[in-house]
């Protein structure tokens, strides 16, 4: 299982970023995936999860401010973030159910 998640950098508060997640190596269209925050000395926070069929969750810190999608025709998953929050600046990851996960891509918002 390969995960590559991408697009992170460096927006002011209130601004939007949106990440990508290209995944192989596995049947992509039925795995659940997820999108995870991490900061250092802190555990690892699930913000978003998507099923196969497009069912969404969020975490309440999410809620009306990030979107989760996918693309199962290019084994992509999206994380669109408006409104960001210093608090909300960590390393980002897909990851599946199984916790499968690749590189994170770092979010930093500050002014």
């Known amino acids: 299982v390969q995960l590559q998640a991408s697009g992170g950098g460096l927006v002011q508060p209130g601004g939007s970023l949106r990440l990508s997640c290209a995944g192989s190596g596995i049947t992509f269209a039925y795995t659940t995936m997820g999108w995870y925050r991490q900061t250092p000395g802190k555990y690892r926070e699930l913000v978003a999860i998507?099923?196969?069929?497009?069912?969404?969750n969020y975490a309440g810190s999410a809620k009306g401010r990030f979107t989760i999608s996918r693309d199962n025709a290019k084994n992509m998953v999206y994380l669109n973030m408006n409104r960001l929050k210093p608090e909300d600046t960590a390393v980002y990851y897909c990851?599946?159910?199984?916790?499968?996960r690749g590189q994170g891509t770092q979010v930093t918002v500050s002014s």
């Open positions: 998507i099923t196969g069929g497009g069912t969404t």
């Open positions: 990851q599946t159910p199984s916790g499968d």
